[in-house]
């Protein structure tokens, strides 16, 4: 069955702007470590998408962006709030902590998998002493772990608070492709405008071959973050097949059309699920994602038929997850072997 993944969408193959970009760039001999023409042009469209003149670094996956990223706001005495359910504390592996030298992660709750600004004034104000380590940073995930979308209003909240406890505000972008087709708001308007100081843009989830892009959109943070990269192994030899597939995704806003399909996928895939008894959502599908409870035989029967899908990721319950590839008929089919497994 060639319908039967939905655990992810880093399983979709690469979508076809990306590809004839990449093709494209595998044409003669070009300068190396990110001195090509391609480089130049993605971090050219990059700006233009942000409308502003960021810094832009491309490295191979998102725990070295958000690592490196976060690692780059601090020092190893300091702290970083995020959610309780977010990717940099449940599933990188220590990275943010090993990359600043030890900064520390303090964990705080907020319903549908999103941080407010009331939980992390909680968690900063709770010592001010030498012997706790002195908060710097806060992080969020767009969209969230857990498939929700932070709004335009909350995202500001938490940028004008980060403003006045001093504390630098990153996004883990991973799959801010759908969470900005979600919105239907401007790249701009939900980062640097609402008090981001750096994104980990995702480009793999959103149909690239490999490869995220860390913006920096506060300059002096950007300072010898290339060296970062380098230390870290993440400075690509042939940067033009990490960058080349953005100049394809950003042009004509490729990158928001395939996200809104997914997200479309994601609605179709939660309203007929909702309809069946026995399946229970457990969070608002407004990106790619669909969050939901089920028997545990019905789990187990899906699984049999040979579907594929995560019972472990965010919060629980069953995860499915579309992409930019993932057909109307796709979700059909597995509303229907879902229905059958709870009969």
């Given at each position: 069955?060639?319908?039967t993944?939905?655990?992810?969408?880093?399983?979709?193959?690469?979508?076809?702007?990306?590809?004839?970009?990449?093709?494209?760039?595998?044409?003669?001999?070009?300068?190396?470590?990110?001195?090509?023409?391609?480089?130049?042009?993605?971090?050219?469209?990059?700006?233009?998408?942000?409308?502003?003149?960021?810094e832009?670094?491309?490295?191979?996956?998102?725990?070295?962006?958000?690592?490196?990223?976060?690692?780059?706001?601090?020092?190893s005495?300091?702290?970083?709030?995020?959610?309780k359910?977010?990717?940099?504390?449940?599933?990188?592996?220590?990275?943010?902590?090993?990359?600043?030298?030890?900064?520390?992660?303090?964990?705080?709750?907020?319903a549908?998998?999103?941080?407010?600004?009331?939980?992390?004034?909680?968690?900063?104000?709770?010592?001010?002493?030498?012997?706790?380590?002195?908060?710097?940073?806060?992080?969020i995930?767009?969209?969230t772990?857990?498939g929700?979308?932070?709004?335009?209003?909350?995202?500001?909240?938490?940028g004008?608070?980060?403003?006045?406890?001093?504390?630098?505000?990153?996004?883990d972008?991973?799959?801010?492709?759908?969470?900005?087709?979600?919105?239907?708001?401007?790249?701009?308007?939900?980062?640097?405008?609402?008090?981001?100081?750096?994104?980990?843009?995702g480009?793999?989830?959103?149909?690239?071959?490999?490869?995220?892009?860390?913006?920096?959109?506060?300059?002096?943070?950007?300072?010898?973050?290339?060296?970062?990269?380098?230390?870290?192994?993440?400075?690509?030899?042939?940067?033009?097949?990490?960058?080349?597939?953005?100049?394809?995704?950003?042009?004509e806003?490729a990158?928001?059309?395939?996200?809104?399909?997914?997200?479309?996928?994601a609605?179709?895939?939660?309203?007929?699920?909702?309809?069946?008894?026995?399946?229970?959502?457990?969070?608002?599908?407004?990106?790619?994602?669909?969050?939901?409870?089920?028997?545990?035989?019905?789990?187990?029967?899906?699984?049999?038929?040979g579907?594929?899908?995560?019972?472990?990721?965010?919060?629980?319950?069953?995860?499915?997850?579309?992409?930019?590839?993932?057909?109307?008929?796709?979700?059909?089919?597995?509303?229907?072997?879902?229905?059958?497994c709870?009969?």
């Amino acid at each position: 069955m060639q319908h039967t993944e939905f655990a992810s969408d880093n399983t979709a193959g690469i979508c076809p702007e990306a590809m004839e970009a990449l093709l494209a760039a595998n044409s003669g001999h070009m300068a190396s470590y990110g001195n090509d023409d391609w480089t130049r042009r993605a971090c050219d469209a990059i700006r233009a998408t942000f409308e502003t003149d960021c810094e832009v670094f491309f490295v191979f996956n998102g725990t070295a962006a958000n690592s490196l990223a976060l690692a780059s706001l601090c020092q190893s005495y300091h702290s970083i709030v995020c959610h309780k359910l977010a990717h940099v504390e449940t599933d990188e592996c220590g990275g943010p902590e090993f990359f600043s030298n030890g900064t520390k992660l303090l964990l705080a709750g907020g319903a549908d998998g999103k941080l407010d600004m009331r939980g992390v004034e909680k968690l900063i104000s709770a010592r001010s002493d030498i012997h706790y380590p002195k908060p710097r940073a806060v992080t969020i995930t767009q969209s969230t772990e857990v498939g929700t979308v932070y709004s335009l209003e909350e995202v500001r909240a938490l940028g004008e608070g980060c403003r006045e406890h001093d504390l630098a505000f990153h996004m883990d972008g991973a799959r801010f492709a759908n969470a900005v087709a979600s919105l239907g708001v401007s790249p701009a308007d939900i980062t640097w405008r609402a008090g981001v100081d750096v994104l980990s843009f995702g480009g793999t989830k959103m149909g690239m071959p490999v490869g995220e892009a860390v913006v920096f959109f506060d300059h002096d943070m950007a300072k010898d973050f290339a060296y970062r990269c380098k230390q870290a192994g993440q400075l690509a030899s042939k940067m033009r097949f990490l960058s080349a597939p953005w100049v394809g995704m950003l042009a004509e806003n490729a990158w928001l059309t395939r996200a809104a399909h997914a997200n479309a996928m994601a609605r179709r895939l939660g309203n007929a699920l909702a309809r069946l008894p026995g399946i229970a959502p457990l969070f608002p599908v407004q990106s790619n994602a669909v969050f939901v409870s089920m028997p545990q035989h019905a789990a187990d029967a899906l699984k049999e038929k040979g579907w594929a899908f995560y019972s472990f990721i965010g919060a629980g319950g069953a995860r499915f997850v579309c992409s930019w590839a993932t057909q109307p008929e796709q979700v059909d089919a597995l509303v229907a072997d879902v229905k059958a497994c709870l009969a």
